[in-house]
Nanobody
């Protein structure tokens, strides 16, 4: 299993930026993809972005393209989500998740999840 711990959430005003971090430990070599999801109050998990371990290959949801950037530090087993031009609609709990094979947008396909970090964007 892969243990995931997110950090970096907080409260910002619209137009602001935050950087989320996700530190992976355990069987990290068993996860091909690390992804970010978010869950707004009363809504289901929404795919945000994913990155292939040890690669620069990334995927983004249309709603965050051009505003969010996912990256990784392989030496630190850490994945980042740089979020710029934040809007109130981005308010959610953000989760890091690991999948054995490839990055997909379906939450149920991910086997390991962090506890989440709350991002609140005010207008």
């Amino acid at each position: 299993r892969v243990q995931l711990v997110e950090s970096g959430g907080g409260s910002v005003q619209a137009g602001g930026s935050l950087r989320l971090s996700c530190v992976a430990s355990g069987s990290t070599s068993m996860s091909d993809c690390l992804g970010w999801f978010r869950q707004a109050p009363g809504k289901v998990h929404e795919w945000v972005a994913g990155i292939y371990r040890g690669s620069s290959s990334t995927n983004y949801a249309d709603s965050v393209k051009g505003r969010f950037t996912i990256s990784q530090d392989n030496a630190q087993n850490t994945v980042y989500l740089q979020m710029n031009s934040l809007q109130p609609a981005d308010t959610a709990v953000y989760f890091c998740a690991a999948r054995r094979w490839g990055c997909v947008e379906t939450p149920s396909q991910y086997s390991d999840w962090g506890q989440g970090t709350l991002v609140t964007v005010s207008s």
